[in-house]
């Protein structure tokens, strides 16, 4: 029996932050600039006391309205979040309790940023496929703009904020092997210095400076683009290579590739380093953002709801970022 995903549900938050409310903060930067590098006209931000756990349980209760299944046939909770409610407990726990799912059932969260979903999976799959669990809810859920300074251009312009909930079982779309890599060497490239135990908060960290354009602190979210965008381009061709191996495919046996919305600036550069034709390549982001976790659930359920997958269609899916940390695999429709 193929384990793999068998609903996906989506939520984002009601608050939308447009291109032209940016570039009257950045006046640098116009509306068009934006979306030219980015491919991003706007993005969903929660609103003050709105948590990752409240985006999670949203798309949770969609899955279940759904008809898909029930909280009560839940028997694991695996949370994606670097935006978690406490610094302990676990925010999978506190969502056991809310949406009703048994005590019965295990809960966790990883702490993972662009790779986790395909992360997410190879968990699931492993938990139904030694019989640890028979139905898991993933949940990728997250809420950068928390972390990040109203006057950091760099991320505020590409960030969005959003929650997916995937059912993954016995019967579902098949998850294929996976191709997992991870480089710590590039931990500073994108951080949030401070708020850990190697550097609690302070005065000091608080204390704002200008980068380039853009103001920020220790305590907030710092990218180095160019850093995550070399990173990018040297492992994602690569692992796309080892995980059509690992599946005796060749890159023509793919009929749609779902990469991690991160930005157009660097998809389209992917797509023509890997040589995917364009038709082939999956971009929708343009209206949300890149929403960390939750953007390879959105695309693939916005893929279906476009009626873009097929039955027996195979989907390559790979994420990339923070960590450095990514992952591929595919996915039989
Ligand atoms: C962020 C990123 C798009 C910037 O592109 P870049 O070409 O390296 O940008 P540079 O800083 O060299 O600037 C080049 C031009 O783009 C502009 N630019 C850069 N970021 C921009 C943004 N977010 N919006 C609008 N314009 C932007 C710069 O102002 C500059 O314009 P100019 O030529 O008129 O001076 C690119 O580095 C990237 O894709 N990095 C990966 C970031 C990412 O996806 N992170 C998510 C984690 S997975």
């Given at each position: ?31 068009e ?19 990752a756990s ?6 949770a ?16 909770i ?39 979903y ?11 496929s ?63 210095p ?9 005065e000091?960290?608080a ?10 602190s ?11 965008f ?72 916005r ?31």
């Open positions: 029996m193929d384990i793999g995903i068998k609903a996906i549900e989506y939520t984002l938050p009601e608050k939308v932050l447009t291109n032209e409310e940016l570039a009257q903060i950045y006046d640098s930067w116009t509306p600039k934006i979306l030219t590098k980015t491919g991003i006209a706007a993005r969903h931000v929660v609103s003050e006391g709105e948590c409240d985006l999670a349980e949203t798309a209760i969609k899955l279940f309205e759904s008809g898909v299944i029930s909280p009560k046939d839940i028997d694991f695996l949370l994606a979040t670097q935006s978690p409610d406490y610094q302990l407990p676990t925010t999978a726990c506190i969502l056991q309790d809310r949406l009703g799912i048994p005590q019965t059932a295990g809960a966790f969260d990883f702490n993972l940023g662009c790779s986790a395909i992360y997410g999976l190879a968990i699931a799959k492993g938990l139904v030694i019989g640890v669990a028979q139905n898991v809810l993933l949940l990728t859920a997250e809420t950068y703009t928390k972390h990040i300074h109203r006057l950091d251009k760099s991320t505020r312009t590409i960030f969005g904020e959003a929650a997916a909930a995937t059912l993954i079982g016995h019967n579902g779309h098949a998850i294929g092997d996976f191709d997992l890599g991870t480089d710590g060497s590039g931990k500073n490239a994108l951080i949030i401070s708020g850990g135990a190697r550097l609690p908060r302070s000091a960290t204390k704002e400076y200008e980068d380039n354009g853009s103001i920020r220790q305590d907030n979210l710092f990218m180095d683009g160019a850093e995550v070399n990173f990018s381009i040297r492992v994602v061709p690569q692992s796309v290579k080892n995980v059509l191996e690992k599946h005796n495919l060749a890159l023509a046996d793919i009929d749609l590739f779902v990469f991690h919305q991160a930005n157009k600036f660097m998809l389209d550069y992917l797509r023509k380093k890997i040589n995917i034709p364009r038709e082939k390549f999956y971009v929708n982001m343009q209206d949300i953002g890149n929403t960390v976790s939750a953007t390879i659930p959105i695309a693939l359920k893929a279906e709801e476009e009626g873009r997958l097929h039955k027996g269609d195979k989907i390559l899916l790979s994420g990339f970022g923070v960590g450095f940390s990514w992952g591929s695999t595919i996915i039989t429709y």
